[in-house]
Each structure stands twice: as C-alpha cells, then as structure tokens.
C-alpha cells in the first residue's frame, strides 16, 4: 500500500458542497483496523477454543492497516485512549491508489 500524509483541505471542502453530498457525508460505513492477518486451515481452526494462542507473521511494531467498507484506506500506529485502544493515523492512501 503506497500512503501520502494526510490532506487537511478535504473538510473544508466538505463545508462547501451542497446539501445533498453534505448528507451522503453523514452515512455511516463499517471501519476496521487490522492488527494481523493469516491463513490456518478448517482443521485448526475448529480446534480454536478459550486460551488457544494464534501466532502471527507481523512485529509488533509494524503499522496497522485502516480499512473502510473493505477498502485500505490508511496505516496507522496504536494508541490508548484513556481505557480504550485507538488508532493514530500516520499517512493516506492516495485516492488515485485505491482499489
């Protein structure tokens, strides 16, 4: 995935658009954040039970993939927030780059 920073001016633009995109922009859509991925086969995984331990190709410090409607969108790192897990977004996939 090839990121560039993020570009500030897309809100502003939002505050610009007309009353119709303004309410496409307030649909909400399914946002994940994958800390790894793998592939184990049908067996094992009806194995998987309380305490069973999944072990995963990825540092632990390697960025964390922001995906949107199932697409990649972003990379970021982890954070906490307060009590909760967050994500701090570091770069933007370009929209020409998107897929």
Do not use: Y
Request: glycine share 8%; proline share 5%.
């Amino acid at each position: 995935m090839h990121a560039l920073p993020i570009d500030a001016t897309s809100a502003e633009s939002s505050a610009r658009s007309p009353r119709f995109a303004r309410s496409i922009l307030r649909i909400k859509v399914p946002v994940a954040v994958t800390l790894a991925s793998g592939r184990h086969k049908v067996g094992r995984i009806l194995e998987f039970a309380p305490g069973t331990l999944l072990q995963f190709n990825t540092a632990c410090d390697e960025p964390l993939t922001l995906s949107v409607a199932g697409c990649d969108i972003a990379v970021g790192e982890a954070v906490t927030v307060g009590e909760r897990l967050g994500l701090r977004i570091t770069s933007v996939v370009h929209w020409a780059r998107r897929a």
